[in-house]
């Protein structure tokens, strides 16, 4: 049972808007900032969106990030094919005293 | 272009050891943390630990599922981290990933290598 409660499974249509939660307690989303990672079948993760809702270079503005209050969401705008992977939100946990990632959302482009 | 480059993964005993190797190039080593990540065969991403940069004392820190088997170690002439894990179990089983941690707050890994299995069997 992860810390951080994302929803196993997420579909959508290419061109469409999906968004994959990310929920947590005080001691962690509630006071530090969430990145997130995506996995795409077969490769190592790669960093998403740090620090909330910061977008590191080469990643297409179609992906953004969002934190409120103990929740943050993914939200990918003009879903492509090739998002069709796994996202894992991770923050750091003021009483566990370590990061933290969630279960992870296996995102599916119908 | 930034690298890491993980080694030292395979078949290992129930009660054994390994030493796992990451070498770094790209960047400058010495500024950066490295954390380690695994990922069990058809699971999620598990954080396992990090080792600071000598500014930080070389502080390590670790997940409760490996606290007091685990080790880092950090060698800045060579750009590498090594992972020793003890009394392995078959739950250790699993794809061990070395990333650079980034300047932002929390776990902003923003390069990962592209692991090392571990396979924990007798």
């Known amino acids: 049972q992860s810390v951080l409660t994302q929803p196993p499974s997420a579909s959508a249509t290419p061109g469409q808007r999906v968004t994959i939660s990310c929920s947590g307690r005080n001691s962690n989303i509630g006071s530090n900032n969430v990145h997130w990672y995506q996995q795409v079948p077969g490769a190592a993760p790669k960093l998403l969106i740090h620090s909330n809702s910061q977008r590191p270079s080469g990643v297409p503005d179609r992906f953004s990030g969002s934190r409120s209050g103990t929740s943050a969401s993914l939200a990918i705008s003009g879903l492509r094919s090739e998002d069709e992977a796994d996202y894992y939100c991770a923050v750091w946990d003021e009483t566990l005293t370590v990061p933290v990632f969630g279960g992870g959302t296996k995102l599916t482009v119908l | 272009e930034v690298q890491l480059v993980e080694s030292g993964g395979g078949l290992v005993q129930p009660g054994g050891s390994l030493r796992l190797s990451c070498v770094a190039s790209?960047?400058?080593?010495?500024?950066?943390?490295i954390d380690w990540v695994r990922q069990a065969p058809g699971k999620g991403l598990e954080w396992i630990g990090r080792i600071a940069n000598k500014a930080n004392n070389y502080h390590a820190d670790f997940a409760a599922s490996v606290k007091g088997r685990i080790t880092f170690s950090r060698d800045d002439s060579k750009n590498s981290v090594y992972l020793q894990l003890k009394s392995l179990k078959t739950e250790d089983t699993a794809l061990y990933y070395c990333?650079?941690?980034?300047?932002?707050?929390?776990?902003?890994?923003?390069?990962w290598g592209q692991g090392t299995l571990v396979t924990v069997s007798s």
């Open positions: 790209g960047f400058t080593f010495t500024a950066h943390y």
């Open positions: 990333t650079r941690e980034g300047h932002s707050e929390g776990p902003d890994l923003d390069h």
